[in-house]
């Protein structure tokens, strides 16, 4: 499977997904075959899985009403948002992360943003190779992470706590 392969498609009578705002499609639905398409392939590839995890985190933090119900799923997708963009992506600080959420934790769920930035999957999707594919997913990563600005501090104040928590 390729990233060209079939899949919801943008045109011009796209639906607009009402999370992320992606022309694709289906919509809602047709996103979430985006992203289940990109995990395939991040699954058979190692070259794409090598950001799966980013891409999963912006995705799931352009989606919250899905994918952060939670006050710990949200804290889970945010820091690792900002594991991803601003600490490379340290597999210790995602491990800290969840060892912290998977403990006894009281967390306030903070408010939903309702705009979660510019970039989306459909933009990934237009790469046509893996450095590609790692370039948009980096791209997008960085816009959602920007779009949280009012939440950086939260985030980073979580790694932390998380990282004290060995």
């Given at each position: ?15 607009r ?10 919509g809602r ?94 933009d ?43």
């Amino acid at each position: 499977m390729s990233p060209t392969d079939a899949g919801p498609r943008p045109s011009q009578g796209a639906e607009r997904c009402p999370d992320c705002g992606a022309a694709v499609e289906g919509g809602r639905a047709g996103c979430q075959s985006l992203m289940d398409e990109l995990s395939a392939l991040s699954y058979s590839d190692y070259r794409y899985g090598a950001t799966h995890d980013l891409a999963f985190d912006a995705y799931c933090m352009q989606h919250p009403e899905r994918y952060c119900r939670s006050a710990k799923s949200y804290a889970a997708h945010l820091t690792r948002l900002c594991c991803g963009v601003e600490h490379g992506g340290d597999a210790a600080v995602y491990a800290a992360i969840q060892r912290w959420l998977n403990g006894p934790v009281t967390l306030a769920k903070p408010p939903v943003l309702s705009r979660r930035g510019t970039l989306t999957i459909a933009d990934v999707r237009a790469a046509d190779n893996a450095e590609a594919h790692g370039q948009l997913v980096r791209a997008w990563a960085k816009d959602v992470w920007a779009a949280y600005e009012t939440q950086h501090d939260l985030a980073r104040d979580w790694i932390q706590a998380a990282l004290r928590n060995k």
